[in-house]
């Protein structure tokens, strides 16, 4: 049953490493987001999924792929979102 | 420039890292760097510290600060080893080299790389406390 | 701090000085400076470099520069090696080894020391041009 | 036949390197001083020894001994002198 046979939906794995993992109990997840949404709007989805997360807002860094990306990316199918704090390699 | 990235759970072994040493007739110099883990983290005892990688991430970052290195310095070379999973105190969980014609561009190229390193290729640390 | 100064006509066996590193648990950097002879010298081609030292001059000169390097940053040793005599290019003529708790010392520490060995260690070049 | 009894002389060895060496023509030379003579005063007496170092006074080192010390330095009987050009180690 489509409510909205013209939105195209999206489904979008996402990572967490180091001690995110510890925060939100799990490796990975997987969000449905509306064709379209921007990197900003799935994190916002994924920290109401986590709310300790929230706690961790500016000190989060935020890859898609292998790569950083502005907030206003444009999300495609396919694609993942990894999600991890200050990195401290060396 | 020529680039070489290795992540591993094996210790580096340095010497042999130096023994295999290729350079031109154009290279002056050589740098390198060694990141020990020490005994004390967060001013608390530790017997190790257990790295964390995003590994395809962490050698695609490392190939980016590299083609960056390559456009600021003459660098002929650079070979790394950052070492992941449990490196015990007192041993390298980093070995970094570079090569250059003069000894100021190698050491400001093996310096930077460093800190583009530290801000960001994802390896996290783990500090095994001592007694935890 | 712990030093070591050797001035030796022989090839430096870079491999074999660290493998045989020994740290403290304290540490956690370690920074290397090799020089090695270049083809090229004045605009022209060489097969080696000679250098000259007034040897007993040189290694107090060294431990001088090591005292300061010892007041200005927590350095845990310097070894140095200076090759003297006849150096073949591609070849290291001078190897250094410094180790501290952190990494910005030790970078530092290794770049100023071979700045102050270029004013005051009396070694001095004699580049061998082909052809000549 | 002393001419001046009570004025002790003294002699100093100075030694030479790098191209200094082809500049005088030897690796070491020695000099007469009255007692009391300075560094300045011994090293006018090895330019007029040696003219040809004189176009390198700007760019000599001089060490008493194993150190660099100033040119009014007072010399003593056993001191040496050694003068050489810029130095080039590395």
Redesign the interface.
Known sequence: MLMHPIQQMIEIKVNFFSYFKDLTGCEATRIDLEEGATLEQAMEMVREKFPKLESMKRSTLVAVGLEYVATDHVLSEGEEISLFPPVQGG | MKRSIELTKDPID???M??S?T?S????????????????EQGRKIDAIV????E???V??FKLIFDEVEQKWPIESIRLI?RIGHVP??ES??WVEVTS?H?QE??QA??WL?VE??????????PQFVGD
């Open positions: 340095e010497g042999l130096v023994s040493r350079l007739h154009q290279m002056g110099a050589v740098v390198y760097f060694s990141g020990i883990v020490r005994e004390g790295y964390e990688a995003f395809e991430m962490a695609h970052q950052h105190v007192n969980s980093l014609p000894r190698a050491f093996c310096e460093i390193m530290k801000k960001r290729v994802p390896i996290w640390k783990h």
